[in-house]
């Protein structure tokens, strides 16, 4: 079934305007030589030696920060999902909290404990008797530990989704032969593939993308060079050819992933029908828990007793709360409003590529990757180059502007996130209601939504985390005297007030947790309804 | 659930609307200087005119660069009426972009010259000093350096933070030394501080932390940057370095008018108010201890006169003339 065209129409004219555009525009700045300052010839655009050395420090943070959030994220994923693990409803939900935390603030508490002066290396020294500190969080290693940390919820938000909608009978029918440690590595996590290198993707797009965090543990990456083009160089059209690279990259890995799940099936027949199966762990059981335990102690416990240490008295909260409720309001309507229009049109971008065939599917699924990687100060610029003129002035002007940088900003995430729930969902089913009633809304909405509610649950939660967080697309297009919480807590930081920074901080995590748990409370509850 | 996501989705445009009815600006300004020190001064600006202040603060992940760049990527339809900088060399990039319009302010007759450009394009106010500052457990007994030139010496190896000298305020003070020093001192200067083991952070905030934690005993920072820490109680101190040689950047505030604003009138009333004895005065009074660039401005005692404080003798022309290069230089050194 395909959806009504009005719909496709429209979700695809959000993406192309949203999305696309600003990158059009770019490149045509780009190309006409508006913004350089220099004259910027061929040669210039071909990297140099250290940019070199950049984009392959970038690379190896990206590949080690994904293959570390796949590490902790699948297997975290499973074991709170699929098993039989006491306090796994906790797991379940404290893992979400690493991602609430912006990923400079997990930078900021691990390089001060992991400081050559820290209180870590401090101990690690006295007890061991060494000189030098033992662990240099100063370096490739330490920033692929910090973005692992601070990303793998990603993975396991996505691979959770997946898990829940696996089809019950494959695994029964893998059981009947093998045992189950067998029939999970053979059956259940091949079947979760799309959504695992879903969110391993994410991770490696905002490892190679950001540079916060390299930034704060003073290893140089190479969006750096993208931003010294702007800041220091004032050169638009060199900024844009830097930013290729990137975009191949990704584009690059799209494919790859693409071809990994080439010519296999993930559809799930048994949709909607509850019941899937929890293992007993055995004399794993320890194991399992000292693993996610060991997780959430380093992604979660650390970073919020760092926070809640410098934060102090409850004064603190209560004085930062009241200057910020204005902001925090802004952005949680703001964020609340992207985060629905993404999904929404998600929904209906993955979905009509997925109906779509052949060359077609593949140029549509590659099509909806190209934004993915896009460094946000070229976002922001590009956005502005194309509304801020006098015929979209009205848009340009209003506060609507910073949801159409967050959707430009996060609609490819949520197109990925969406997509591999899709691939679950047997095209058969929409097709046999069909045969009921010609209403297609009504389909969607009552066969298709439902069960794909997981993934696109995820996909809202994911838009409106990082709408919640979101600084540099916002700065760049937010209206005059309105103010978005991240601009306030970065501007707190900049003025030295640790405190205030670090109890704005964990403000914004407890009112993003209240939703997250609201959202999958509403996805919950409705499991009982339909099984 | 479907009408409890509606009742959500009312909620949010509701929210919307009323966030965009706070529009109807009167001014427009954008500004870098911290929001804790800048937004009291627009109140009170708003407070005396009845003006309202529309304001778009930059924050330090973009290291005051965002609004630099949206200024320039806005020209075609300018938003903003007034461009209020903590820093120089940038405003004057805008002059050169064409995006700036000049206007020379009442208020600014008695702002010594050098703190204005000469067409009127821009005024500076309030001064920062690039100072360095030190950890007086750490250096508590010997002698902190006394000169920028003794911190390529082995006793300083390793013992220096510095944030990445390509942007904000430490791009523009090795700018300096390129229009001071020339090119070839400078860059040897640079490679001897690379040489002996200078620790690259992330921002000047970052520099004085690494100080005030005891990571380094010495950092670059701005005299705001250590002014917060030691009204903390952190146990460091600043230096004027230089104060027998070259002397000490100074870095004014700057402000300056925008090319086509939207409310011309109101950004120069606001342009007055911010270059007024009693604005220099606040800033002088608040955390970031700005010092008066005038005489004869109230201030606290902490706060130098300006002239007792050598300064470097550098036009700011000639720094904003040197950032490319310097940029470029230090782009390639510090690459890894």
């Given at each position: 079934?395909?959806?009504?065209?009005?719909?496709?129409a429209?979700?695809?004219?959000?993406?192309?305007?949203?999305?696309?555009?600003?990158?059009?525009?770019?490149?045509?700045?780009?190309?006409?030589?508006?913004?350089?300052?220099?004259?910027?010839?061929?040669?210039?655009?071909?990297?140099?030696?250290s940019q070199?050395q950049l984009?392959?420090?970038?690379?190896?943070?990206a590949?080690?920060?994904?293959?570390?959030?796949?590490?902790?994220?699948?297997?975290?994923?499973?074991?709170?999902?699929?098993t039989?693990l006491?306090?796994?409803?906790i797991?379940?939900?404290?893992?979400?909290?690493?991602?609430?935390?912006?990923?400079?603030?997990?930078?900021?508490?691990?390089?001060?404990?992991?400081?050559?002066?820290?209180?870590?290396?401090q101990?690690?020294?006295?007890?061991?008797?060494?000189?030098?500190?033992?662990?240099?969080?100063?370096?490739?290693?330490?920033?692929?530990?910090?973005?692992?940390?601070?990303?793998?919820?990603?993975?396991t938000?996505?691979?959770?989704?997946?898990?829940?909608?696996?089809?019950?009978?494959?695994?029964?029918?893998?059981?009947?032969?093998?045992?189950?440690?067998?029939?999970?590595?053979?059956?259940?996590?091949?079947?979760?593939?799309?959504?695992?290198?879903?969110?391993?993707?994410?991770?490696?797009?905002?490892?190679?993308?950001?540079?916060?965090?390299?930034?704060?543990?003073?290893?140089?990456?190479?969006?750096?060079?993208?931003?010294?083009?702007?800041?220091?160089?004032?050169?638009?059209?060199?900024?844009?050819?830097?930013?290729?690279?990137?975009?191949?990259?990704?584009?690059?890995l799209?494919?790859?992933?693409?071809?990994?799940?080439?010519?296999?099936?993930?559809?799930?027949?048994?949709?909607?029908?509850?019941?899937?199966?929890?293992?007993?762990l055995?004399?794993?059981?320890?194991?399992?828990?000292?693993?996610?335990?060991?997780v959430?102690?380093?992604?979660?416990?650390?970073p919020?007793?760092a926070?809640?240490?410098?934060?102090?008295?409850?004064?603190?909260?209560?004085?930062?709360?009241?200057?910020?409720?204005?902001?925090?309001?802004?952005?949680?309507?703001?964020?609340?409003?992207?985060?629905?229009?993404?999904?929404?049109?998600?929904?209906?971008?993955?979905?009509?590529?997925?109906?779509?065939?052949?060359?077609?599917?593949?140029?549509?699924?590659?099509?909806?990757?190209?934004?993915?990687?896009?460094?946000?100060?070229?976002?922001?610029?590009g956005?502005?180059?194309?509304?801020?003129?006098?015929?979209?002035?009205?848009?340009?002007?209003?506060?609507?502007?910073v949801?159409?940088?967050?959707?430009a900003?996060?609609?490819?995430?949520?197109?990925?996130?969406?997509?591999?729930?899709?691939?679950?969902?047997?095209?058969?089913?929409?097709?046999?209601?069909?045969?009921?009633?010609?209403?297609?809304?009504?389909?969607?909405?009552?066969?298709?939504?439902?069960?794909?509610?997981?993934?696109?649950?995820?996909?809202?939660?994911?838009?409106?985390v990082?709408?919640?967080?979101?600084?540099?697309?916002?700065?760049?297009?937010?209206?005059?005297?309105?103010?978005?919480?991240?601009?306030?807590?970065?501007?707190?930081?900049?003025?030295?007030?640790?405190?205030?920074?670090a109890?704005?901080?964990?403000?914004?995590?407890?009112?993003?947790?209240?939703?997250?748990?609201?959202?999958?409370?509403?996805?919950?509850?409705?499991?009982?309804?339909?099984? | 659930?479907?009408?409890?996501?509606?009742?959500?989705?009312?909620?949010?445009?509701?929210?919307?609307?009323?966030?965009?009815?706070?529009?109807?600006?009167?001014?427009?300004?954008?500004?870098?200087?911290?929001?804790?020190?800048?937004?009291?001064?627009?109140?009170?600006?708003?407070?005396?005119?009845?003006?309202?202040?529309?304001?778009?603060?930059?924050?330090?992940?973009?290291?005051?660069?965002?609004?630099?760049?949206?200024?320039?990527?806005?020209?075609?339809?300018?938003?903003?009426?007034?461009?209020?900088?903590?820093?120089?060399?940038?405003?004057?990039?805008?002059?050169?972009?064409g995006?700036l319009?000049?206007?020379?302010?009442?208020?600014?007759e008695?702002?010594?010259?050098?703190?204005?450009?000469?067409?009127?394009?821009?005024?500076?106010?309030?001064?920062?000093?690039?100072?360095?500052?030190y950890?007086?457990?750490?250096?508590?007994?010997?002698?902190?350096?006394?000169?920028?030139?003794?911190?390529?010496?082995?006793?300083w190896r390793?013992?220096?933070?510095?944030?990445?000298?390509l942007?904000?305020?430490?791009?523009?003070?090795?700018?300096?030394?390129?229009?001071?020093?020339?090119?070839?001192?400078?860059?040897?200067?640079?490679?001897?501080?690379?040489?002996?083991?200078?620790?690259?952070?992330?921002?000047?905030?970052?520099?004085?932390?690494?100080?005030?934690?005891?990571?380094?005993?010495l950092?670059?920072?701005?005299?705001?940057?250590?002014?917060?820490?030691?009204?903390?109680?952190?146990?460091?101190?600043?230096?004027?370095?230089?104060?027998?040689?070259?002397?000490?950047?100074?870095?004014?505030?700057?402000?300056?008018?925008?090319a086509?604003?939207?409310?011309?009138?109101?950004g120069?009333?606001?342009?007055?108010?911010?270059?007024?004895?009693?604005?220099?005065s606040?800033?002088?009074?608040?955390?970031?201890?700005?010092?008066?660039?005038?005489e004869?401005?109230?201030?606290?005692?902490?706060?130098?006169?300006?002239?007792?404080?050598?300064?470097?003798?550098?036009?700011?022309?000639?720094?904003?003339?040197?950032?490319?290069?310097?940029?470029?230089?230090?782009?390639?050194?510090?690459?890894?």
């Amino acid at each position: 079934m395909r959806l009504p065209r009005w719909a496709v129409a429209a979700a695809w004219a959000i993406f192309v305007l949203a999305a696309l555009a600003p990158l059009a525009q770019l490149g045509l700045d780009a190309a006409g030589g508006d913004g350089a300052s220099t004259s910027t010839t061929l040669r210039d655009l071909l990297l140099s030696p250290s940019q070199w050395q950049l984009l392959s420090n970038s690379l190896a943070i990206a590949c080690g920060a994904s293959a570390l959030a796949a590490a902790i994220g699948v297997p975290f994923a499973f074991v709170t999902e699929r098993t039989e693990l006491p306090g796994r409803d906790i797991f379940g939900i404290l893992y979400l909290v690493p991602l609430l935390i912006p990923p400079q603030m997990h930078a900021v508490v691990w390089s001060r404990l992991l400081a050559e002066n820290g209180p870590v290396s401090q101990t690690l020294r006295e007890t061991l008797g060494i000189s030098a500190a033992p662990i240099g969080i100063f370096s490739i290693p330490g920033v692929i530990f910090v973005l692992g940390l601070a990303y793998f919820p990603f993975v396991t938000l996505l691979t959770r989704a997946g898990l829940r909608s696996v089809d019950p009978s494959l695994e029964e029918a893998a059981l009947l032969r093998q045992g189950p440690l067998r029939s999970v590595a053979r059956v259940t996590l091949p079947l979760v593939v799309p959504h695992l290198l879903a969110g391993t993707i994410f991770v490696f797009v905002f490892a190679i993308i950001d540079f916060g965090v390299p930034d704060i543990l003073r290893v140089r990456v190479y969006p750096v060079e993208i931003f010294v083009q702007f800041s220091a160089l004032y050169d638009k059209r060199a900024a844009v050819a830097l930013a290729l690279p990137l975009l191949i990259v990704t584009l690059a890995l799209v494919g790859l992933q693409a071809r990994l799940m080439r010519e296999r099936a993930y559809v799930s027949f048994s949709q909607g029908i509850a019941g899937t199966r929890r293992y007993s762990l055995g004399r794993a059981r320890s194991w399992a828990w000292l693993f996610c335990g060991s997780v959430l102690g380093l992604s979660v416990v650390t970073p919020v007793v760092a926070l809640a240490a410098a934060a102090g008295p409850i004064r603190t909260y209560v004085e930062v709360t009241k200057g910020a409720l204005a902001s925090l309001e802004t952005s949680l309507s703001l964020a609340l409003i992207a985060a629905g229009i993404t999904a929404v049109a998600a929904f209906v971008i993955a979905h009509s590529t997925l109906r779509s065939r052949g060359a077609l599917r593949m140029s549509l699924h590659y099509l909806t990757q190209v934004p993915f990687a896009v460094p946000p100060i070229l976002l922001g610029i590009g956005l502005i180059g194309l509304w801020n003129r006098p015929l979209t002035g009205w848009l340009y002007d209003s506060v609507a502007m910073v949801v159409v940088g967050y959707v430009a900003h996060f609609l490819p995430f949520a197109i990925r996130s969406v997509y591999g729930s899709l691939q679950q969902l047997s095209p058969a089913l929409e097709e046999a209601a069909w045969l009921a009633t010609p209403n297609r809304l009504r389909i969607a909405g009552q066969i298709t939504v439902p069960l794909v509610r997981r993934g696109l649950a995820a996909a809202f939660l994911i838009v409106f985390v990082l709408a919640m967080g979101e600084l540099g697309v916002s700065l760049l297009v937010v209206p005059p005297g309105i103010e978005t919480l991240p601009v306030r807590i970065y501007n707190l930081m900049h003025y030295g007030a640790d405190a205030s920074v670090a109890a704005l901080s964990l403000v914004l995590l407890a009112v993003e947790l209240a939703v997250c748990l609201a959202v999958l409370g509403l996805t919950h509850g409705n499991r009982r309804a339909d099984g | 659930m479907r009408s409890r996501l509606a009742w959500v989705g009312l909620a949010c445009l509701l929210a919307l609307g009323r966030s965009a009815a706070a529009l109807g600006a009167d001014v427009v300004v954008y500004t870098s200087l911290d929001q804790v020190y800048s937004q009291p001064i627009l109140e009170a600006f708003e407070k005396e005119t009845g003006i309202s202040v529309k304001a778009v603060y930059d924050v330090e992940a973009s290291k005051t660069t965002g609004l630099v760049n949206r200024l320039i990527a806005e020209r075609k339809r300018p938003r903003a009426d007034v461009f209020w900088s903590s820093e120089v060399a940038q405003t004057l990039v805008l002059k050169d972009k064409g995006v700036l319009a000049p206007y020379r302010s009442p208020s600014a007759e008695d702002i010594p010259a050098q703190f204005k450009g000469p067409e009127g394009y821009w005024t500076g106010f309030a001064a920062r000093a690039r100072v360095l500052v030190y950890n007086k457990n750490l250096l508590g007994l010997s002698d902190p350096p006394q000169s920028i030139f003794d911190l390529t010496k082995p006793r300083w190896r390793g013992k220096l933070a510095m944030a990445y000298p390509l942007f904000g305020t430490t791009a523009t003070q090795v700018a300096a030394w390129y229009a001071v020093l020339g090119a070839e001192r400078t860059e040897a200067y640079l490679r001897a501080l690379k040489a002996n083991g200078v620790v690259i952070v992330n921002g000047n905030g970052a520099s004085r932390d690494a100080v005030v934690q005891g990571e380094v005993p010495l950092g670059f920072t701005d005299t705001d940057d250590v002014n917060v820490a030691i009204q903390a109680g952190k146990p460091v101190a600043m230096i004027f370095p230089d104060r027998d040689g070259m002397g000490t950047l100074m870095i004014p505030n700057t402000v300056a008018f925008l090319a086509g604003a939207p409310h011309s009138q109101e950004g120069k009333r606001l342009i007055d108010f911010l270059l007024s004895r009693e604005v220099e005065s606040r800033l002088a009074f608040c955390q970031s201890m700005q010092i008066p660039v005038r005489e004869g401005v109230k201030k606290p005692a902490n706060v130098p006169d300006f002239g007792d404080i050598r300064a470097m003798q550098v036009g700011y022309r000639d720094i904003a003339n040197h950032m490319e290069q310097a940029a470029r230089f230090s782009r390639e050194l510090f690459a890894r």
